[in-house]
């Protein structure tokens, strides 16, 4: 498997661009998840740079695995064209940076207040842009979330059914997996068809579980209690990675960290992840 630092994990931090390429390489890390501000940021410089960037990664063999970003995917009708702009706009950075997915969340209301309507007018929306990307050779990854349509495994799978496209992904953040009530690798079994990608993080207790909320993640002084490693926060990820090392499931994954230090926390896990590895390899 392929292990990807986020660049949202630096968002309160003054670190380039350059430094995150460096650091990825030095720890282990097969490159960057590029958060689209940051993405949108950098290509604002001279493109000259950016080819730069682009160039050094390859050559170090790492590489830009996601562009993550977010779509008002249920907007009203007369703001898709807006809509549409900001997609097509996500594709050019995702081919300027060389990366084959751009990651997006199933509207912004839990699944549990969504009509019939409202799952069918968000299929038709996601077979829309995944179309559209995917004649650039590009993925549209949904992730699993709460407070969007893609927040309970039922309510994933019959999206996924519904919008029916080969272009569609899923980014399995196993720690929201949990949250929702369900066991991460069944859901694992069940989302498999359209697995394409990995969220990694953890809490200390389901009591802490606002602090992902994206109020708090986005504020320099947000509360970030109950951030842990993921060797000891509730979801048990030595049982998730022994599963996924040991399968066919060898998708790019990313360690989100949302807490304080973030080169020093990312590194330490990444430490914790190959001593995993090395034990499945062992066997």
């Keep these: 498997m392929k292990f990807y630092i986020c660049s949202i994990s630096f968002r309160h931090t003054l670190t380039s661009f350059q430094d995150l390429i460096s650091f990825a390489g030095e720890r282990g890390f097969a490159g960057i998840e590029l958060w689209g501000a940051h993405a949108e940021t950098i290509s604002e410089g001279d493109p000259a740079v950016t080819?730069?960037?682009?160039?050094?990664?390859?050559?170090?063999?790492?590489?830009v695995s996601m562009i993550s970003h977010y779509i008002p995917l249920m907007a009203p009708e007369e703001d898709m064209p807006?809509?549409?702009?900001?997609?097509?706009?996500?594709?050019?950075?995702?081919?300027?940076?060389?990366?084959?997915?751009?990651?997006i969340f199933?509207?912004?209301?839990?699944?549990?207040?969504?009509?019939?309507?409202?799952?069918?007018?968000?299929?038709?929306?996601?077979?829309?842009?995944?179309?559209i990307a995917y004649e650039s050779g590009i993925?549209?990854?949904?992730?699993?979330?709460?407070?969007?349509?893609?927040?309970?495994?039922?309510?994933?799978?019959?999206?996924?059914?519904?919008?029916?496209?080969?272009?569609?992904?899923?980014?399995?953040?196993f720690l929201h997996v949990?949250?929702?009530?369900?066991?991460?690798?069944?859901?694992?079994?069940?989302?498999?068809?359209?697995?394409g990608y990995f969220h990694l993080k953890n809490v200390s207790d389901r009591a802490y579980l606002d602090v992902f909320k994206p109020e708090n993640v986005y504020s320099p002084s947000g509360d970030r209690r109950g951030l842990t490693a993921l060797s000891e926060g509730v979801v048990d990820y030595?049982?998730?990675?022994?599963?996924?090392?040991?399968?066919?499931?060898?998708?790019?994954a990313s360690l989100e960290w949302f807490g304080d230090r973030p080169a020093q926390r990312l590194e330490s896990e990444m430490k914790w992840i190959k001593q995993i590895t090395e034990q499945v390899q062992a066997i």
């Excluded at 407070?147 to 272009?167: E, I, K, V």
């Design 82 to 103: 807006d809509v549409m702009a900001r997609w097509r706009r996500l594709i050019a950075l995702a081919e300027l940076f060389g990366s084959d997915k751009i990651r």
């Design 106 to 131: 199933a509207g912004s209301r839990p699944s549990v207040s969504a009509t019939p309507r409202d799952l069918e007018l968000c299929a038709a929306r996601l077979r829309m842009l995944a179309e």
């Design 178 to 195: 949990w949250e929702s009530g369900d066991d991460p690798l069944h859901a694992l079994n069940v989302l498999k068809p359209w697995v």
């Design 139 to 173: 993925y549209t990854v949904i992730e699993f979330h709460p407070d969007t349509y893609f927040d309970t495994l039922p309510s994933a799978h019959g999206l996924l059914q519904a919008a029916d496209h080969p272009g569609i992904r899923v980014n399995v953040d």
């Design 51 to 63: 080819e730069r960037y682009v160039a050094e990664m390859r050559d170090k063999g790492l590489n």
């Design 238 to 252: 030595a049982r998730i990675l022994r599963h996924l090392l040991q399968g066919d499931e060898a998708y790019p």
